[in-house]
């Protein structure tokens, strides 16, 4: 082999070497860049998100209003067959924050009084109204009911529900008395007296703190918390909502529905079971049991 | 049992101050006990290294010994979130309710559940994501010969990333609230994917020492 041939052979194996070389590096390039692509894609994705979260002003308040008579007779006349077959609906038959109590009876005007403390604002009060209208719709009859929602600026925001400020209820088994604390803008609307304080601190602290809602039922039980949640309610009008209550599949309905079986039962047990034809009913009884 | 050699080293490690008068008993009493000490943290030490090699090697390297404890910690944070979902309980340790952070808002949602279905808890799906995880991260995970396996390993990572972003945006455009176990998995779901897509991307999906 002459020394061309043997020049020519050695820049032949260079540029192979050259052109593996260069191959190697471009794989090497399509690796990184899947590697770096997939994980940028992630994060481009998350930061979008933070991004739009932060540039998205809180939901206008929607306001309040009357509710319509029709609308009004769906939340106080939900069937008592629906609310049996409902029982305890989505709601855990156990651990929920629901307590029996054992002070002083708590009476108004001669009758057991069933103390509410919440807050116009507050999501979950929104969530417990639903339940407290259709299980005092039971024991007695509401004045007009008047329709709000709950903050834009909280949890839960738009929620929308009833206000019992000022709420007129009659009924000759109990004495109902709703606190409504603070209205939507979180200002102070009503002030509890000495007494009520001490029952919402005493009864419904939990973890070191006491909120809304609070409920006690006579001194027998008490609610201190909320026992569903809101987002079934999401972007519902008031009539949707009512609509529901008497589905007993409806997601709505096992929510509000079953806690107003709770919230009946702990009635129950407030006014001595009655009436009996509430208080006897299928799942009450059963539930009052548990409390 | 070896012992390592001793070495003047231990003896200069006392400061002048503390160390007793040579040629005293107490003072040979005191190098010998210092010497002692010494070559017992120089063999636990060497023996833990030795030891760390060994587990590293045996999972076939550092990237896959890492997927194994990211699955690890992901496995316990998702047993503690399935427990709260089951127990119905109303508090997380370090993450009280009432604010942005807010763990109870998260998993009482409807957002706890598979699409807001009911039927499938987001806890339980994490749980069973981490376990898989934890089989095919293990070092016999990795050196499984069957290509199915390690593509299944890639699938899933990509789909469990899919459910996080899905997730973060519920929190943060349904819920309004973040839950910090929640997030634990997140982060860890997240490390998991870019560790296995890059021995994805530069190793093959083959089994551990096939690829050199």
């Known amino acids: ?291 | 049992m070896a012992t390592r050699p001793t070495t003047g080293k231990s003896a200069a490690r006392t400061t002048a101050a503390a160390r007793p008068a040579p040629g005293s008993v107490a003072g040979s009493w005191w190098q010998s006990l210092l010497r002692r000490a010494d070559d017992a943290l120089g063999w636990a030490m060497a023996r833990a290294g030795s030891a760390w090699r060994a587990l590293i090697r045996r999972a076939g390297g550092r990237l896959s010994f890492a997927t194994l404890i990211v699955s690890v910690l992901g496995l316990g944070d998702a047993a503690y979130l399935t427990y709260q979902h089951f127990s119905s309980a109303t508090t997380f340790a370090g993450c009280s309710g009432g604010g942005t952070v807010n763990c109870e808002a998260v998993t009482t949602s409807p957002w706890s559940y598979l699409f807001g279905s009911h039927l499938l808890p987001v806890s339980v799906l994490g749980l069973a994501f981490f376990a898989f995880m934890t089989a095919v991260n293990s070092p016999w995970g990795w050196r499984l010969p069957w290509p199915a396996a390690h593509w299944a390993r890639l699938i899933a990572v990509i789909g469990g990333i899919a459910l996080v972003l899905y997730l973060i945006w519920a929190e943060l455009f349904r819920i309004s609230a973040i839950c910090l176990y929640c997030t634990g998995v997140h982060i860890l779901t997240f490390i998991l994917f870019a560790l296995i897509v890059s021995r994805a991307a530069f190793s093959g999906l083959r089994p551990v020492g096939e690829d050199g």
């Open chain 1, 1 to 291: 082999m002459g020394k061309a041939e043997r020049n020519r052979a050695r820049t032949a194996r260079n540029r192979i070497a050259a052109h593996q070389a260069a191959a190697a590096r471009a794989e090497q390039r399509r690796r990184i860049l899947i590697v770096t692509g997939s994980i940028g894609l992630v994060l481009v994705i998350f930061v979008a998100l933070l991004i739009t979260r932060a540039l998205i002003k809180p939901g206008q308040q929607l306001g309040g209003g009357p509710i319509s008579a029709a609308v009004a007779r769906q939340i106080t006349h939900v069937p008592a067959s629906t609310l049996a077959s409902v029982g305890i609906g989505s709601l855990p038959a156990a651990n929920l924050p629901i307590k029996p109590i054992s002070g002083r009876t708590l009476t108004s005007g001669g009758k057991p009084e069933m103390l509410y403390i919440g807050a116009e604002y507050c999501p979950f009060c929104a969530a417990t109204r639903w339940s407290m209208a259709v299980a005092l719709s039971r024991f007695g009859t509401f004045g007009p009911l008047q329709g709000i929602h709950s903050s834009a600026k909280d949890l839960y925001p738009n929620t929308p529900t009833l206000t019992f400020y000022r709420q007129r209820y009659s009924s000759p088994y109990l004495a109902f008395t709703p606190v409504e604390n603070l209205d939507v803008q979180k200002k102070l609307l009503q002030v509890l007296t000495k007494s009520q304080n001490n029952l919402w601190v005493t009864y419904g602290t939990s973890q070191g703190s006491h909120g809304y809602p609070f409920v006690d039922f006579g001194n027998k039980a008490a609610i201190y918390g909320p026992l569903y949640s809101p987002q079934v309610l999401h972007g519902l009008t008031w009539a949707q909502v009512a609509n529901k209550l008497k589905n007993p599949t409806d997601p709505v309905a096992r929510a509000v529905d079953g806690e107003a079986n709770y919230i009946t039962a702990s009635i129950c047990k407030m006014t001595g079971n009655k009436p009996s034809s509430v208080c006897a009913a299928a799942p009450i009884t059963a539930i009052e049991s548990r409390l």
